[in-house]
């Protein structure tokens, strides 16, 4: 029986030993003034264990060290590598923690240096750094990635280049901006799903999604440039309190195949299309202000049928909604009643509309009496209350 007990116990003990819970995360510090346990970022990156939390202090690391990143050829500069799959690293807030070089570096021939580059993670918390003057502020590869109190500071690439495959994740809180024609905020790629993207300004900084089922903007502003946000490739996701406007081309595109999005109390505007629907996406909209440009306000080429309801479909060319659809295809009818115009002569609306009505070739209907008899009522969006977390 002694005997007995006595194995017992060092199984106990064999099995506490080797238990993960006993393993006490580490906290590391980098400080530029010699203060903490480093006083540079990658050293501390590469003493880091999965758990622990990297704190770096004020200051502008500036390093880039040649790394292998699979699928390149050459090695790519970098400003943080991070090889372990879970790890906080909090910075002392978004001005005062600085990765990059002080001048612009970036190089689309060689998509060098990057900010940070991430690889295989699925715990991965960002907070409080700024991220500049790179191809890539951050380059983060499959699982997780949370973000909160970052800028995104000319990065001739993209803010953000995520390769997501599970589900999870969110990005708030944070600036993008950048420089130049086509320059990319974030792009979310892949396959992943249930993602967040709030109250963040993307300043002349696309917004492209492909492949990511259900994210969600709220409470965003997207101003300046060519494209406002994209969905395509079969991407899903809403669009809640967003400010959308003075976009050269389209504010918001949904592209082939089979996007979707949901739009609720936003404004939406652009130069040519305020939202642009292709080829078997759909989208529904509501409590939302729709300004179009040249060509329409809302454009539909061979796509679902969409429903707008309660909304200002206000617009600045010679049609509102351009609308075709291919015979083979079937008739489609966009659902657009109990909107306001800009006025309340249905005729004058009808003459805005491009459809079967113009052209019988065309086989798609709008819908779109009856009609709001003046001006709906719309949620007020907290712009004040957005812009006052940059102050």
Same mark, same amino acid.
């Given at each position: 029986?002694?005997?007995?007990?006595?194995?017992?116990?060092?199984?106990?003990?064999?099995?506490?030993?080797?238990?993960?819970?006993? %393993?006490?995360?580490?906290?590391? @510090?980098?400080?530029?003034?010699?203060?903490?346990?480093?006083?540079?970022?990658?050293?501390?990156?590469?003493?880091?264990? !999965?758990?622990?939390?990297?704190?770096?202090?004020?200051?502008?690391?500036?390093?880039?060290?040649?790394?292998?990143?699979?699928?390149?050829?050459?090695?790519?500069?970098?400003?943080?590598?991070?090889?372990?799959?879970?790890?906080?690293?909090?910075?002392?807030?978004?001005?005062?923690?600085?990765?990059?070089?002080?001048?612009?570096?970036? *190089?689309?021939?060689?998509?060098?240096?990057?900010?940070?580059?991430?690889?295989?993670?699925?715990? /991965?918390?960002?907070?409080?750094?700024?991220? /500049?003057?790179?191809?890539?502020?951050?380059? +983060? %590869?499959?699982?997780?990635? =949370?973000?909160?109190?970052?800028?995104?500071? $000319?990065?001739?690439?993209?803010?953000?280049?995520?390769?997501?495959?599970?589900?999870?994740?969110?990005?708030?809180?944070?600036?993008?901006?950048?420089?130049?024609?086509?320059?990319?905020?974030?792009?979310?790629?892949?396959?992943?799903?249930?993602? +967040?993207?709030?109250?963040?300004?993307?300043? $002349?900084?696309?917004?492209?999604?492909?492949? +990511?089922?259900?994210? *969600? =903007?709220?409470?965003?502003?997207?101003? $300046?440039?060519?494209?406002?946000?994209?969905?395509?490739?079969?991407?899903?996701?809403?669009?809640?309190?967003?400010?959308? =406007? $003075? =976009?050269?081309?389209?504010?918001?595109?949904?592209?082939?195949?089979?996007?979707?999005?949901?739009?609720?109390?936003?404004?939406?505007?652009?130069?040519?299309?305020?939202?642009?629907?292709?080829?078997?996406?759909?989208?529904?909209?509501?409590?939302?202000?729709?300004?179009?440009? !040249?060509?329409? %306000?809302?454009?539909?080429?061979?796509?679902?049928?969409?429903?707008?309801?309660?909304?200002? +479909?206000?617009?600045?060319?010679?049609?509102?909604?351009?609308?075709?659809?291919?015979?083979?295809?079937?008739?489609?009818?966009?659902?657009? @009643?109990?909107?306001?115009?800009?006025?309340?002569?249905?005729?004058?609306?009808? *003459?805005?509309?491009?459809?079967?009505?113009?052209?019988?070739?065309?086989? !798609?209907?709008?819908?779109?009496?009856?009609?709001?008899?003046?001006?709906?009522?719309?949620?007020?969006? !907290?712009?004040?209350?957005?812009?006052?977390?940059? /102050?």
């Amino acid at each position: 029986m002694r005997r007995s007990v006595i194995v017992g116990l060092m199984t106990l003990l064999t099995a506490l030993a080797l238990s993960p819970i006993l %393993v006490l995360a580490a906290t590391i @510090t980098v400080e530029k003034d010699g203060s903490g346990d480093y006083t540079q970022v990658q050293p501390a990156l590469d003493a880091a264990a !999965s758990g622990d939390t990297v704190l770096i202090g004020p200051g502008e690391f500036t390093e880039l060290i040649p790394s292998y990143i699979p699928g390149y050829s050459y090695d790519v500069e970098v400003c943080a590598y991070v090889r372990v799959p879970n790890l906080t690293i909090i910075g002392a807030g978004a001005g005062q923690t600085v990765l990059g070089p002080t001048t612009y570096l970036g *190089s689309r021939q060689t998509f060098s240096p990057k900010c940070m580059v991430w690889l295989n993670g699925n715990e /991965r918390i960002v907070e409080g750094i700024t991220f /500049r003057n790179c191809y890539d502020g951050m380059h +983060i %590869v499959r699982g997780a990635l =949370f973000v909160d109190n970052c800028e995104f500071l $000319n990065n001739g690439g993209y803010g953000i280049v995520w390769a997501i495959n599970v589900s999870g994740g969110f990005i708030r809180n944070s600036i993008f901006s950048s420089f130049g024609l086509d320059k990319v905020g974030v792009a979310i790629v892949m396959g992943g799903r249930d993602i +967040i993207v709030e109250h963040c300004i993307f300043d $002349n900084a696309q917004v492209n999604i492909s492949n +990511i089922q259900n994210i *969600s =903007f709220i409470d965003c502003e997207m101003k $300046n440039g060519r494209v406002g946000v994209q969905f395509a490739a079969g991407a899903s996701g809403k669009l809640n309190d967003c400010k959308i =406007f $003075n =976009f050269s081309i389209v504010a918001v595109g949904l592209h082939s195949v089979a996007a979707y999005c949901e739009i609720n109390n936003c404004e939406i505007s652009a130069d040519i299309i305020a939202v642009n629907v292709g080829p078997e996406c759909v989208v529904n909209i509501s409590n939302s202000i729709l300004t179009g440009g !040249s060509d329409s %306000v809302l454009k539909f080429s061979n796509s679902g049928p969409a429903l707008v309801r309660n909304c200002h +479909i206000l617009k600045n060319g010679s049609i509102a909604i351009n609308c075709w659809n291919h015979e083979l295809l079937g008739l489609l009818t966009h659902d657009m @009643t109990g909107n306001y115009w800009g006025t309340t002569d249905p005729d004058l609306v009808a *003459s805005w509309i491009w459809d079967q009505n113009d052209d019988p070739a065309n086989f !798609s209907i709008v819908n779109y009496l009856p009609m709001a008899n003046g001006p709906v009522p719309t949620e007020n969006s !907290s712009w004040g209350s957005v812009k006052a977390m940059f /102050r």
